[in-house]
Each structure stands twice: as structure tokens, then as C-alpha cells.
């Protein structure tokens, strides 16, 4: 069965600075991988759709990354504004083969706090 | 375009009551879900439609049924709430596996 890991839980970081948000996944069968944003009482946000046969993406300051091989994607978040607080949801959909083809399995989430 | 619709997007029911969720999607995408979200346990599959015509149970059907309604309409109803079905539910819509799935707004349904 797919598991979604995101680290950190929660990041606090000052206005102004670059961070990592991480996203592990154990089955490397996977169609593709998928970031969302959800703010607090909303629904979610798409941000960014990696296929499995692309490395990266890049949106504005958002760049997300996908190693399928080892399981792993990133979300670079450039120059952080106090409006990037929000938590972020990393989702993958796995391959064909397997019951759960095609419905994406969720992380937890990341709480992102970008204070002033 | 609205994206993704939902209504309500707030319910109180009794335990034993039961009610519809509606969801609709303007962009002619083929298959639809539904979700709930709960603290701790993060966002689980109720129910899912792959294209019109049809449906099928996700992780946590128990308690609920669904109708895909047209190609633009999909319902999640409960026919005797309980208060483990508490939660915020929410729709998702996609045209096919290699492209963005999008969600509603949400429903926060509270079940005493």
C-alpha cells in the first residue's frame, strides 16, 4: 500500500526566505505526483503536477522536484511571503498494477508559517 | 468558470438524520471523487466515479452511498448520520490521470 511521509510536520521561517518542503513516498510506481495548498478552512489549491517521466516543475517561486527512483519530491518555495502561509499537501497517484491505480494518496501536510 | 461546487457548506444534523451533499464541475472532466478530512487522519477516499455511469467504494465507503447524477453531477448522501461522520467533505473533479485534479470548497458537516 502507498504511504505519503511530508517533513516537517510544521516550518516556521522569517519573510524573505528560500525553503525546502519534503514529500517521501514508499511505492516508485507512481503516474505522477501532484502539490496542493490549503489555507486554513478552504479546499485545496492545486499548485503543481510533476509527471513521473519529468523531474521538475516550476511555477512563479514555486519549483517542485521528483526523484521517483528513491521515492522523493521537493517544493523549493522561493523569497517567502507572509501570504505563502498555508499548509501544503503533497499527493501521489500511483501507476497501473496495483487496486489503488489512478487515486492519489495524500500526506499529512506541512503547516507553513512565514511571519514578518 | 466555477471550478468546483459544493452545497451546502455547512450542515448540522442530528445522529439518525440524513441528507445529500451536492457537488458539480463546469469543466467537463470525466471523473469525480469524494473525500472527507479529518484531524489526524488526513485526507481519506469515500467514493469515486470514473466516468459517468459509474461508481466505486474508496477507503471509507461505510455509511455513505453516492450517485453520479450526469457527467457534471456527483452526490454523496448519508441515510442515518452518526457522529463519527463528522468531518469536512470535499469534491474532486479531473479530466484523466495525467492532469491536475481540483477540489471544491467543502462541506463541514457536524453530526451531534
Known amino acids: 500500500k502507498q504511504e505519503v511521509t511530508q517533513i516537517p510536520a510544521a516550518l516556521s521561517v522569517p519573510e524573505g526566505e528560500n525553503l525546502v518542503l519534503n514529500c517521501s513516498f514508499t511505492d516508485s510506481a507512481i503516474y505522477n505526483l501532484q502539490w496542493f495548498r490549503q489555507d486554513p478552512g478552504k479546499g485545496l489549491t492545486s499548485l503543481l503536477l510533476i509527471q513521473s517521466s519529468q523531474r521538475e516543475q516550476t511555477s512563479g517561486r514555486l519549483n517542485a522536484s521528483l526523484d521517483k527512483s528513491s521515492g522523493r519530491s521537493t517544493l523549493y518555495i522561493a523569497a517567502s511571503q507572509p501570504g505563502d502561509s498555508a499548509t501544503y499537501l503533497c499527493?501521489?497517484?500511483?501507476?497501473?498494477?496495483?487496486?489503488?491505480?489512478?487515486?492519489?494518496?495524500f500526506g499529512q501536510g506541512t503547516i507553513l508559517t512565514v511571519h514578518p | 468558470n466555477a471550478g468546483v461546487t459544493q452545497t451546502p457548506k455547512f450542515q448540522v444534523l442530528k445522529t439518525g438524520q440524513s441528507m445529500t451533499l451536492q457537488c458539480a464541475q463546469d469543466?467537463?472532466?470525466?471523473?469525480m471523487y469524494w473525500y472527507r478530512q479529518d484531524p489526524g487522519m488526513g485526507l481519506r477516499l469515500i467514493y469515486y466515479s470514473a466516468s459517468e455511469g459509474t461508481t466505486d467504494k474508496g477507503e471509507v465507503p461505510n455509511g455513505y452511498n453516492v450517485s453520479r447524477l450526469n457527467k457534471r453531477e456527483f452526490s454523496l448522501r448519508l441515510e442515518s448520520a452518526a457522529p463519527s461522520q463528522t468531518s469536512v467533505y470535499f469534491c474532486a473533479s479531473h479530466r484523466g490521470y495525467e492532469y491536475e485534479q481540483y477540489f471544491g470548497p467543502g462541506t463541514r458537516l457536524t453530526v451531534t
Open positions: 469543466m467537463n472532466h470525466n471523473s
Open positions: 499527493a501521489v497517484r500511483p501507476g497501473a498494477g496495483g487496486t489503488s491505480y489512478g487515486k492519489l494518496t
